[in-house]
Nanobody
Framework: QVQLVESGGGSVQPGGSLTLSCAAS?????MGWFRQAPGKEREGVAA???????TYADSVKGRFTISKDNAKNTLYLHMNSLKPEDTAMYYC??????????????????WGQGTQVTRS
């Protein structure tokens, strides 16, 4: 059983930055971030494999960076140049099954409770 606890959400001014954190217990092979805006489907934002390789949605490439501190088993999402369309509930996701971390919801078996990000 993997437990995920997110933190770091909030309201950001135009052009501002924000970093989300997700503490995972125990170790997860594959971790990622998803988001869901009101009235829209949940979409994948970024994922990181156990070897450190990463994948991003086209909408956030060049602005968001996913990273992981293996010593702390904590996942991060550094978000720069936030846009109004980035406003959503952000969810941390993880899985213990090997294989490439595609940023699609069925790939992940464990989910956090979500943290709200609002571009004011």
């Amino acid at each position: 059983q993997v437990q995920l606890v997110e933190s770091g959400g909030g309201s950001v001014q135009p052009g501002g930055s924000l970093t989300l954190s997700c503490a995972a217990s125990p170790y997860s092979y594959c971790m990622g971030w998803f988001r869901q805006a009101p009235g829209k489907e949940r979409e994948g934002v970024a994922a990181i494999n156990s070897d450190g390789s990463t994948t991003y949605a086209d909408s956030v490439k060049g602005r968001f960076t996913i990273s992981k501190d293996n010593a702390k088993n904590t996942l991060y999402l550094h978000m720069n140049s936030l846009k109004p369309e980035d406003t959503a509930m952000y969810y941390c996701a993880a899985d213990t099954v090997g294989g490439f971390c595609y940023i699609v919801a069925p790939r992940f078996g464990y989910w956090g409770q979500g943290t709200q990000v609002t571009r004011s």
